[in-house]
C-alpha cells in the first residue's frame, strides 16, 4: 500500500532564503573559517508546514495496516514528526525536508524520553518495523540556531544552548525492528540519530554530516541491542558513532548495548570517531567495529581527540569488545582506554569503579597523531584479559626532551581524554600535553594482557621517554614491538 504526501497536502512550503553569517569566529571548542555562513529555508508568513500533510500519510498508512508513504522531490519545511509501526517513509531522490527554523513549532509537544528538552523533529516512541528510506535528505538547518548564539560571544558550554535550539533531531524510543538506509542526514541542532531501548536495528548507506557544534553525535545507540551500522559516511563535530548505556534512568538490571556490529563506515569527528560510554551505567557486551576510515580534513582546527575511546565511568562494564582493521588519520590519540568514576555519582549512584574485560584492539593504522595511546583501570579493578596487536602509529607532535617528573595520577574522576593526566586548554594551538611517562604506549592497573606487533614512528622529532610503560600490570606480556625517529616526510613537489 502506497501514500503520496502530496495527496495529504503536503505539496512543498513556499521558502524564503535566508543567510546568516558567522562573526565570531572561535568557540571554546571550535574554530570556524573567515566568511563562514549558510543560508536556511523559512516558511512563507501564515504558511501551513507539510508536516502536517506527511504526518497525515503516515497516520492512514498505519491505520490501514501499514505501508509505504512516499515523499516525491521537492522542498518540505517541517515541525516535529512521528513514525507509526508498520510504516516505511520513503524520501525519494530529490526529496528534501527541512526542518522548521522557528522555535514555537517544537514547543507545542511534550519533551521526550531523553530528558527535559524539546522534541526534535522525529521523535518516535514504542513503534516497530518502520524505516526511513529511498535517497533523499533530511535537513536540521542547525545555523539557524547556532550562528545566532555564536555571534553573542558565548562563554558557557552545552548549556548557555538550552531552549534556544530543538532536541535530539531523529529519535527512536522504546522501538524495534528499525531501517534507516540511503538517506541523508544534515546539519543536526543536537545528536542526530538516536536509538534509545530499541532492538534490531539497521543503519546503511546513510550520510551524516553537521555543520559544527557542540553536542552533535552523529550516530547514538543508548541501551540498544541487536543493531547493524554499515556503509555509512559520518562528518560530525562531537562523536561519531557513541554507545551510551543509563541514559534512561531506569535501575532494572536491563540497561546496556549488546550485540553491535559497525563496519564499512568513514567517520570524521573532532571528538572521538567511536566511543564507548562515558554514560557507562549497564554493560556493553559483544561489539564489534571494523574495517573503518576515521579521518579528520585538512581544513578541521584539530584531529579528532581519540581514533577509539573505551570510558566506563558509572559503575557499568564492557566486556567482549573487538576493534579491527581501522585506518586512522589525524586523530590526537589512536585508542585510549580508561575506567574512572564520574564526579558526579549522584547521577548514577554507581558505588565503585566499572569494568573493563575481554577487549581486543588489531590491526590500526594511525598518522598524524600526537598523543600517547593508554589502558589505564583503578586499583583493584584493572582492565584485564586485553590483546593488542597489529598496531602501526606514526606521531608527529607532543615530544619530550626529558621525561615527565611528575607520577601520573590516579583516575580521580577526571573527564575521558587523552590529555586527561596532563594540560587541558581543549586542544588549541597543540598546547595540551599528555604528561605520560611513555610516548608508544602507557598501560596502568591492567592484567592479563598481550602487546604484540607495536610499531611507532616519532617523524619530525625525537622523544626522551620510554617507548612502553607498565604500571601495576602482572601478567602483561610485550613482544615484537619497536620504534624509530626519522625527519618528517615531505611529499613531492608537483
Given at each position: 500500500m502506497f501514500k503520496n504526501v502530496r495527496d495529504y497536502g503536503a505539496s512543498g512550503t513556499p521558502a524564503r532564503i535566508r543567510t546568516f553569517t558567522l562573526t565570531n569566529l572561535s568557540e571554546r571548542w571550535i574554530s570556524y573559517p573567515p566568511g563562514t555562513c549558510a543560508q536556511v529555508r523559512f516558511p512563507e508568513e501564515d504558511a501551513v508546514l507539510d508536516s502536517a500533510g506527511i504526518q497525515a500519510a503516515v497516520d492512514a498508512a498505519a491505520d490501514?495496516?501499514?505501508?509505504?508513504?512516499?515523499?516525491?522531490?521537492?522542498?518540505?519545511?517541517?515541525?516535529?514528526?512521528?513514525?507509526?509501526?508498520?510504516?516505511?517513509?520513503?524520501?525519494?531522490?530529490?526529496?528534501?525536508?527541512?526542518?522548521?527554523?522557528?522555535?514555537?513549532?517544537?514547543m507545542t509537544d511534550a519533551a521526550n524520553g531523553l530528558g527535559k528538552e524539546m522534541p526534535g523533529l522525529f521523535s518516535t516512541q514504542g513503534v516497530s518495523d518502520c524505516a526511513i528510506t529511498g535517497g533523499g535528505e533530511i535537513h536540521g538547518q542547525s545555523p539557524r540556531w547556532v550562528i545566532p548564539w555564536m555571534n553573542e560571544d558565548?562563554?558557557?558550554?552545552?548549556?548557555?544552548?538550552?531552549?534556544?535550539?530543538?532536541?535530539?533531531?531523529?529519535?527512536?524510543?522504546?522501538?524495534?525492528?528499525?531501517?534507516i538506509e540511503d538517506i541523508g542526514i544534515y546539519d543536526a541542532p543536537r545528536w542526530c540519530l538516536v536509538f534509545l531501548r530499541s532492538g534490531r536495528i539497521t543503519v546503511r548507506g546513510t550520510e551524516i554530516r553537521g555543520f559544527d557544534v557542540i553536542n552533535s553525535d552523529g550516530i547514538d545507540i543508548v541501551d540498544s541491542q541487536d543493531v547493524v551500522i554499515s556503509g555509512c559516511r559520518i562528518h560530525s563535530c562531537d562523536d561519531g558513532i557513541c554507545m551510551k548505556s543509563g541514559l534512561s534512568r531506569k535501575p532494572d538490571g536491563k540497561s546496556g548495548v549488546r550485540r553491535v556490529s559497525v563496519s564499512?563506515?568513514?567517520?570524521?569527528?573532532?571528538?572521538?570517531?567511536?566511543?564507548?560510554?562515558?554514560?557507562?551505567?549497564?554493560?556493553?557486551?559483544?561489539?564489534?567495529?571494523?574495517?573503518?576510515?576515521?579521518?579528520?580534513?585538512?581544513?578541521?582546527?584539530?584531529?579528532?581527540?581519540?581514533?577509539?575511546?573505551?570510558?566506563?565511568?558509572?559503575?557499568?562494564?564492557?566486556?567482549?569488545?573487538?576493534?579491527?582493521?581501522?585506518?586512522?588519520?589525524?586523530?590526537?590519540?589512536?585508542?585510549?582506554?580508561?575506567?574512572?568514576?564520574?564526579?558526579?555519582?549522584?547521577?548514577?549512584?554507581?558505588?565503585?569503579?566499572?569494568?573493563?574485560?575481554?577487549?581486543?584492539?588489531?590491526?590500526?593504522q594511525a598518522r598524524n597523531t600526537v598523543f600517547t595511546p593508554f589502558i589505564i583501570g583503578c586499583p583493584g579493578h584493572p582492565i584485564r584479559d586485553f590483546r593488542i596487536s597489529g598496531v602501526h602509529i606514526i606521531k608527529t607532535g607532543d615530544f619530550y626532551d626529558s621525561p615527565p617528573a611528575a607520577v601520573v595520577p590516579e583516575c580521580g574522576q577526571q573527564y575521558p581524554t587523552p590529555f586527561m593526566f596532563g594540560t587541558d586548554v581543549w586542544g588549541k594551538?597543540?598546547?595540551?600535553?599528555?604528561?605520560?611517562?611513555?610516548?608508544?604506549?602507557?598501560?596502568?592497573?591492567?592484567?592479563?594482557?598481550?602487546?604484540?606487533?607495536?610499531?611507532?614512528?616519532?617523524?619530525?622529532?625525537t622523544d626522551a621517554r620510554d617507548f612502553i610503560v607498565c604500571e601495576r600490570s602482572p601478567d602483561v606480556r610485550i613482544r615484537e614491538t619497536s620504534s624509530l625517529c626519522r625527519d618528517r616526510f615531505e611529499p613531492p613537489q608537483q
Open positions: 490501514e495496516g501499514g505501508g509505504t508513504v512516499v515523499v516525491p522531490p521537492g522542498d518540505y519545511i517541517c515541525g516535529p514528526m512521528k513514525l507509526r509501526s508498520g510504516v516505511e517513509l520513503k524520501l525519494e531522490p530529490g526529496a528534501r525536508i527541512w526542518a522548521s527554523p522557528n522555535l514555537g513549532d517544537y558565548p562563554s558557557g558550554w552545552a548549556a548557555s544552548l538550552r531552549g534556544k535550539r530543538p532536541g535530539r533531531m531523529i529519535v527512536f524510543e522504546d522501538c524495534s525492528n528499525i531501517r564499512d563506515c568513514i567517520v570524521r569527528s573532532l571528538c572521538n570517531a567511536v566511543k564507548i560510554g562515558t554514560e557507562s551505567y549497564g554493560v556493553f557486551e559483544d561489539i564489534a567495529v571494523g574495517n573503518m576510515v576515521l579521518h579528520n580534513l585538512p581544513s578541521d582546527p584539530r584531529g579528532a581527540e581519540g581514533g577509539i575511546n573505551v570510558a566506563i565511568c558509572d559503575g557499568g562494564a564492557a566486556r567482549g569488545i573487538h576493534f579491527h582493521d581501522i585506518v586512522m588519520h589525524g586523530p590526537q590519540c589512536p585508542f585510549y582506554c580508561v575506567v574512572t568514576p564520574r564526579k558526579n555519582k549522584s547521577t548514577y549512584s554507581a558505588t565503585e569503579p566499572g569494568i573493563i574485560e575481554d577487549l581486543s584492539i588489531c590491526g590500526i594551538s597543540g598546547l595540551c600535553r599528555d604528561m605520560l611517562p611513555a610516548f608508544g604506549l602507557y598501560m596502568r592497573d591492567a592484567c592479563r594482557g598481550c602487546v604484540t606487533d607495536f610499531e611507532v614512528v616519532c617523524e619530525g622529532g
